[in-house]
């Protein structure tokens, strides 16, 4: 067998090796994801459980509609981050790698060659269709992971502007009930 034979082999035991690199880094970007919209879901459900006509009431005649526009504000930015989390973890479509019936299609061209005309250009031909479709399928993975690695940022990102904003909220709160503008009783 020639060099540029053993050439296109490397190339395409390289191409699966990227494949399942890929296929790794979706799985730690899916993760971020979940974990990213898990955090999201505690704050909501925390909200909600403070949420209740007294409290918001209470907030309403202490603080004013400030308080309403701030706690609105954070649950769309979490409920943001949610979704954005969810967007990451979706697959969507994309061209699977070269599977049993695309090698049984290629080979089979082959098999109706006489061994003596299997030359290497053939086989060269042969390569080159297989890396072709490695191509298009590691350049598409390469689409999907720039796509979910935009969204985790984006997650991340919106969940860190909710934290910040409830927080700040926290401090206006207890800045309020330390210069007596709220009472406590």
Known sequence: MSARLDLLKDTIATASENYKDNV?????LDDKAQKTGAIAG???AALFAYIKPDTVGSLLRN????????????ILLLMICCLFSLLTMWVGTYVAPLNLVHMTEMSSDLLHFPEAELSESVL???YGERIAVWTKCIGEQKNIATRKLVMVFLAQLVLLLAIFWTAFMLIDLLHAVSTGAISTT
């Open 24 to 28: 790794r880094a979706f799985a730690v």
């Open 42 to 44: 505690l704050f909501l």
């Open 63 to 74: 603080i004013g509609s400030r308080a309403t526009g701030n706690l609105t504000g954070v």
């Open 124 to 126: 060269e031909v042969h």
